[in-house]
């Protein structure tokens, strides 16, 4: 009996655990699903935020006029709503090379539509960059362990981005970061790109709605500007109409067949009785002429370029077609004059020329044949330009006891004042060498200063000139390869392993005066592949380029090192053609204006 009692308390206190067990499991279970509910409400209540926000975002993005409406519409109406601490709006240049930040939101936004120091950004660089050239959303947990981050205004720990896309083409970027990390879920990204997709399709609606704008202005302003042209067009026609009649010059009116249908009073005046009879030579002559001109012509006024000669008289001729009168009207010019005075001009320049080129033949006959040089170089070349046909510039050499004189000079002036002083130049050097006997650089610089100086004040009154000359004068002695040289208000070039040395000469004007001056040589040992160029100015005083500057001295030396290891004849080649570029250079052709000599010798 005891027994029986005691097994009836145990099975009571089992069957009490086991019910304290189920109702805590069954407790624990509603627990659950009661915070399974608060979830579900707290992501009901977002979900509903966020379709009040797109909801919100879509009605005011529909008013939005223009793509910077659209783009602040994002920064206010949409991310302030988010609560974030910072966004950014990019939008894609025209180039699409950049981002450029166009809206804001935070502190990159201080008031209205500013943005604080805006910067832009090159496709594939930084997290922005990167996103648009994938074209894939990102989020970045961490911005401290992603290289690509760059710094805006200051440093915050996450970031998520966004393309703003249509039909596959890059529009901009929206781009908000967090000062903490991990701030950003797969639902901002979510909400985020519905919201780029919604501004995509509004920022090309405001673009091409702008073009249909912009293409209804063009249109309306092409129907103006054409119609002003009809008018002024039917202005002219009346015009025309009345100018026939009043007109002195002859004017006459063919029909489609050639036939005659009107002359006015200089018509008849002119050609009388003539060229208006349908069978006379002259009649048909001009209207062979003007079938060959009026064939496959629309209405409009065309030059007939023959003209018309009549009896020793010249007619500047021109047609007018009119295509819905179906006629001719010819106007006839007497240029009888004119033609006579370009007859006169052009014998006049025909024989100054015929003088000019004789003058160059005579000046030819001074210059040394250049196959001399041939004995002391093992290359060399001549570039010689004159300005005009005939030159102020001249080369000079003479061998005398084994040593080479040479000198480039460049005398006042140029064309036949220059080519005048070339002769005086080129007598005075022969003269000191064959009758002064000076046989070294500084003899013969003092003789030909005092030959300058006593030609320019040998009259003694105010018909003395200032004419003078410039030169380099070199004695190269090929069994010491040495040079000594000297001149006035000249220099010259040596290269040596790809290097460019400058000699320059005396800073005195040749023939100024004989007080104090004593010319001394200068001398510089040369080396087997130097090359040495003697120039005037004439090539660095050049004018030409895109701005129309003069070419310089830098620059020339320049090309002339950029060339120096070519044969000879390829350098003239080279320096033809830089000149050639540099006078054709922005369009624009700059005329030669002085004389040009260069020469180029390799030891």
């Known amino acids: 009996m005891i027994l029986m009692k005691e097994n009836s308390e145990d099975l009571n206190i089992q069957i009490q655990y086991k019910l304290v067990e ?145 039909e596959d083409k890059l529009l901009g970027i929206i781009d908000s970061e967090n000062k903490e990390k991990n701030f950003y879920s797969e639902d901002d990204l979510e909400l985020l790109s519905t919201i780029a997709s919604m501004a995509a399709t509004k920022i090309m609606e405001s673009k091409y709605h702008l073009e249909l704008i912009d293409y209804q202005l063009k249109l309306e302003k092409l129907v103006e500007e054409r119609t002003n042209e009809i008018e002024q067009q039917n202005l002219e026609l009346k015009k025309l109409s009345l100018f026939p009649k009043h007109n002195p010059n002859p004017v006459i009116e063919l029909d489609f067949n050639f036939n005659l249908t009107y002359c006015n009073k200089g018509a008849v005046k002119y050609f009388g009785n003539t060229i208006l009879k349908k069978d006379h030579p002259d009649n048909i002559k001009y209207v062979e002429l003007l079938k060959k001109t009026t064939k496959e012509k629309i209405t409009g006024v065309y030059q007939i370029e023959e003209g018309f000669k009549f009896q020793n008289q010249h007619f500047d001729m021109r047609i007018y077609i009119d295509e819905d009168l179906k006629l001719y009207r010819l106007y006839f010019n007497d240029i009888s004059l004119i033609k006579n005075m370009q007859n006169e001009l052009k014998e006049q320049n025909d024989s100054i020329y015929d003088s000019l080129n004789y003058a160059l033949t005579i000046q030819k006959l001074i210059l040394p044949d250049p196959s001399n040089l041939n004995g002391f170089f093992s290359d060399h070349f001549i570039f010689y330009k004159p300005k005009d046909v005939v030159s102020g510039d001249f080369y000079w050499l003479k061998e005398i006891n084994s040593n080479l004189f040479l000198s480039i000079c460049d005398c006042t002036g140029h064309g036949v004042p220059g080519a005048l002083m070339s002769i005086i130049g080129y007598d005075a050097l022969n003269n000191i060498i064959k009758y002064i006997k000076a046989n070294n650089i500084g003899e013969i610089m003092d003789s030909l200063n005092k030959y300058f100086f006593e030609l320019q004040n040998e009259k003694g009154d105010a018909s003395t000139t200032n004419d003078s000359m410039d030169l380099t004068l070199i004695n190269y002695n090929k069994e010491n390869n040495t040079i000594r040289y000297n001149g006035c208000k000249q220099q010259f070039y040596l290269i040596r392993n790809n290097e460019i040395f400058t000699y320059r000469t005396s800073s005195h004007t040749l023939g100024a005066t004989l007080d104090n001056l004593n010319f001394q040589f200068e001398e510089v040992n040369v080396e087997k592949n130097d090359v040495i160029y003697l120039f005037s100015d004439g090539f660095p005083d050049q004018f030409g380029g895109k701005k129309g500057k003069k070419f310089k001295y830098k620059p020339f030396r320049e090309l002339l090192l950029s060339i120096h290891h070519l044969p000879m004849d390829k350098q003239h080649i080279e320096i033809e053609k830089a000149l050639h570029n540099w006078q054709n250079g922005g369009g624009e052709f700059y005329e030669q204006i002085d004389d040009i000599s260069i020469i180029g010798l390799k030891i």
């Open 22 to 166: 189920e109702l805590t499991k069954t407790n624990e279970r509603l627990q659950l699903k009661i915070n399974e509910n608060k979830i579900q409400l707290a992501n009901n209540l977002k979900h509903i935020n966020d379709f009040q926000i797109l909801n919100k975002f879509s009605t005011v993005i529909q008013e939005s006029n223009t793509i910077e409406d659209v783009t602040w519409s994002i920064a206010r109406n949409a991310i302030a709503e988010l609560n974030y601490e910072d966004c950014v709006i990019y939008l894609l240049d025209k180039k699409g090379e950049y981002l450029i930040q166009s809206a804001a939101h935070g502190a990159k936004n201080p008031k209205s539509r500013e943005i604080l120091n805006p910067i832009k950004i090159k496709i594939g660089n930084g997290i922005v960059g990167g996103v648009a050239a994938s074209k894939q959303a990102e989020i970045v947990n961490d911005t401290t362990k992603d290289k690509r981050y760059i710094i805006d205004d200051k440093s915050r720990m996450s970031e998520i981005t966004v393309p703003i896309i249509f």
